[in-house]
């Protein structure tokens, strides 16, 4: 069964400094991966996907991810943290023997201090 | 609107109740999910229908019914509502034109079991 583990369940990080948000997957074949955020009392919006294209994925409010089969990881990179990257980050995945089911970690949350 | 809503997004009622959450999508997604959300263990699947009539268990179905007459409606109702279900309530939906496309949220239902 597929599955994803985040190491961390709270990172704390200072304003402009680099955020990193561990993610490791396990799956028998070649998965597709996802970083969902959630802001509070809000569903989920998606960040970044990988779908096999590229190994390093670039997604919206300067976040990327990079796929490292060897690793079986897909961690969450940002150079510089804003204030407004405050919130919960989900590592996802989807694909092979589960087909379209969607399988979550248990989440990071991120707090940025001024 | 367009998008996906649920209803109601706060909800109290008292142990031993029956319970239906609300989910519209107006996208005709193919694929529909009801997850709940704990802390510490994130998102978790409850149940999740491929197509109008078509649905599946998750990993936590116990005192959840699911029922899919309509493509754009997937309702999730606790049959006798215990205080183990107070939680965070998911709605999502994926096109199911292909694997690999992400999940799109609901703004979720806080449910409280007294």
């Known amino acids: 069964a597929q599955s994803v583990t985040q190491l961390g369940s709270h990172v704390s990080v200072s304003e402009g400094a680099l955020v990193l948000l561990r993610c490791n997957y396990s799956s028998s074949v070649p998965p597709y991966l996802f970083w969902y955020v959630q802001y509070p009392n809000q569903g989920l919006q998606l960040l970044l996907k990988?779908?096999?294209?590229?190994?390093l994925v670039k997604g919206i409010n300067g976040f990327e991810a990079e796929f490292k089969k060897s690793e079986t990881s897909f961690h969450l990179t940002k150079p510089s943290a804003h204030m407004s990257d405050a919130a919960e980050y989900f590592c996802a995945v989807s694909g092979g023997t589960g087909g379209f089911k969607t399988i979550f970690g248990a989440g990071t949350r991120l707090f940025v201090k001024a | 609107d367009a998008g996906i809503t649920q209803s109601p997004r706060y909800k109290i009622t008292e142990t031993g109740r029956q319970v239906t959450l609300m989910c519209h999508q107006t996208?005709?997604?193919?694929?529909m999910f009801w997850y709940r959300q704990d802390l510490g263990h994130g998102l978790r699947l409850i149940y999740y229908s491929a197509a109008a009539d078509i649905t599946d268990k998750g990993e936590v179905p116990d005192g959840y019914v699911v029922s899919r007459s309509k493509t754009e409606n997937f309702p999730l109702t606790l049959e006798s509502a215990t205080r183990s279900q107070t939680s965070v309530y998911f709605c999502a939906s994926i096109t199911g034109g292909a694997e690999g496309t992400e999940a799109f949220f609901g703004q979720g239902t806080r449910l409280t079991v007294v």
């Open positions: 996208w005709s997604h193919s694929y």
């Open positions: 990988y779908t096999s294209a590229a190994t």
